[in-house]
């Protein structure tokens, strides 16, 4: 059976201590050992997004980042 990955990102509407304030939030939900979970986050918050899930089934992967969304 091929393992279940859930991933989500917010639309780079959190600042870095928003960012940890919400993955801290989403920890006890989202434990599960058949799950992968990945939030993928503006630039800005992603040293803090990786800290903030050692220790977890939660990896951090990047959103996508474009000069088109800045319009």
Same mark, same amino acid.
């Given at each position: 059976?091929?393992?279940?990955?859930?991933? =989500? $990102?917010?639309?780079? $509407?959190?600042? @870095?201590?928003?960012?940890?304030?919400?993955? $801290?939030?989403?920890? @006890?939900?989202?434990?599960? @050992? &058949?799950?992968?979970?990945?939030?993928?986050? @503006?630039? %800005? &918050?992603?040293?803090?997004?990786?800290?903030?899930?050692? =220790?977890? $089934?939660?990896? %951090? =992967?990047?959103?996508?980042?474009?000069?088109?969304?800045?319009?």
């Amino acid at each position: 059976m091929r393992r279940r990955i859930i991933a =989500g $990102n917010w639309k780079m $509407n959190k600042t @870095p201590s928003e960012a940890v304030a919400l993955i $801290n939030e989403l920890k @006890p939900l989202v434990v599960n @050992p &058949d799950v992968d979970v990945v939030y993928c986050v @503006p630039a %800005i &918050d992603l040293t803090t997004a990786i800290e903030a899930t050692k =220790g977890t $089934n939660v990896a %951090i =992967g990047a959103e996508t980042v474009s000069y088109t969304h800045l319009r």
